[in-house]
């Protein structure tokens, strides 16, 4: 922490941000994640890495949409702070609202056969081959799948990230699924 | 996707972001709005509809003086709500001012029972000023909503709540202009109501209506 570039300078950063300083609001994203990241371990110490991770990023879209909300005259950090903690408690309500429409499955075997362990035949394959399949998507396929279907994004989100249009956004999806159902068959196949 | 990926993309999306205006002066814009439409629904019904002669008694403009003290706190109060780090009891003044508002209605009906003998609760129903209020309410609140969008929705129900307080009050003042009240507690229960069940509608409906806003609209 103390490395940390002092609050009066993050301020300065962000007003400069708000001038539309891009090198300003890069080198001032990249000041404040590690503050962001350190917060929601703090809070949410029994977190997975990638779930703090989503919530680090959410808190970084957060900020970009409602950086208009800074008053430069004021110091920076509690108004990074306010916005990580309202992110942090609808990230916990999200949790409890998935929790609460999710059925529990521990009694599954009674009614239905229990899989075996490690039959790939029954799940979605070889998780290698998935991710060299997708890696060899074409580069829009590819960000379509990892932003709607690996990160879950709205279809809304990942067109304001991409810059690509809705339509497109879901032509490319179709067609990289469609890909990679031939490309994992065919893995299947030898 | 990584996060320095998206913190290099958010760097190349930023454009010039114009701060918002403090809360005080975004209450003052929204206030000019509302006085504009109490101006004009005033002129209309003192001119047009010849009803004019009603003589204002000071309890009379005591009780208005409180409805627009409240909606002038309640809507700094919503502004505020939507400034990260802001105070977190913005909800205290808008609190103090409806109980003011309601003090001096209940004192109202207390002077109207020694002059008349009664409450007059069951005397007059007000179906007209509740849709006068509710129609009045969305002319007024619908440019305030649509100005809370631009701030971080951190409390929604809280924000919707105080902004249809704010929109309210100034709908109340509106419909005690155009249709005077013989009896303070009839405003208290029919307006009162109003306030009450619209502003309640707007808490719960809060989270539909102010949300993050979308990349797309950056």
Redesign the interface.
């Known amino acids: 922490m103390d490395e940390s570039p002092p609050d009066e300078h993050l301020s300065r950063l962000m007003a400069r ?7 300003a ?2 080198t001032l ?2 000041a404040i ?1 590690p503050r962001i990241r350190q917060f929601v371990r703090a809070r949410r110490g029994f977190l997975g890495a990638a779930d703090v ?1 989503d919530i ?2 959410e808190v ?3 900020v ?9 005259a ?1 110091p920076l950090m ?6 990580v903690r ?1 992110r942090l408690a609808d990230a916990g309500r999200r949790h409890v609202r998935q929790r609460a429409h999710e059925i529990g499955v521990d009694d599954l075997d009674v009614t239905f056969q229990a899989p075996p362990a490690n039959n790939r035949e029954e799940t979605f394959g070889d998780p290698d081959a998935l991710a060299q399949a997708i890696q060899a998507l074409p580069p829009g396929q590819r960000q379509a799948v ?2 709607l279907k690996l ?1 879950e994004l709205s279809l ?2 990942a ?3 991409t810059g690509m249009s809705i339509g497109a956004l879901k032509v490319a999806t179709h067609r990289a699924i469609a890909s990679l159902r031939r490309a994992l068959q065919g893995t299947d196949d030898e | 996707m990584k996060t320095d990926e998206l913190i290099d993309r958010l760097g190349r999306d930023v454009t010039v972001t114009r701060p918002l205006p403090p809360p005080g002066t975004r209450t003052v814009m929204w206030m000019v709005w509302a006085g504009m439409y109490l101006v004009v629904v005033t002129v209309m019904m003192f001119v047009v509809m010849s009803s004019a002669g009603m003589v204002p008694t000071p309890s009379y403009l005591v009780q208005q003086s409180a409805a627009i003290l409240t909606g002038v706190v309640a809507a700094r109060a919503a502004f505020l709500s939507v400034i990260p780090g802001a105070s977190g009891r913005v909800w205290v003044l808008p609190a103090i001012g409806v109980v003011t508002w309601a003090a001096t209605l209940l004192w109202s009906g207390v002077l109207d029972l020694q002059a008349s003998g009664t409450f007059g609760v069951t005397s007059q129903s007000d179906w007209p000023c509740v849709v006068s209020m509710t129609v009045g309410g969305v002319v007024v609140g619908a440019p305030f909503f649509w100005m809370l969008r631009r701030g971080a929705p951190l409390t929604p129900g809280l924000t919707a709540f105080l902004a249809a307080l704010a929109a309210l009050s100034v709908a109340n003042i509106e419909a005690c202009l155009t249709r005077p009240h013989a009896f303070a507690l009839t405003v208290l229960l029919w307006h009162g109501g109003t306030v009450a069940a619209v502003a309640a509608l707007c808490a719960l409906l809060g989270h539909r209506w102010l949300q993050w806003p979308d990349m797309t609209t950056q």
Request: hydrophobic share 35%.
């Open positions: 941000a708000q001038q539309g300083d891009s090198h609001y890069v994203l990249r994640t991770e680090v990023q970084l879209l957060s970009h949409a409602v950086r208009a909300t800074y008053d430069p004021r509690p108004w990074l702070s306010a916005i309202h990892e932003l990160r809304k989100q067109s304001g990230l």
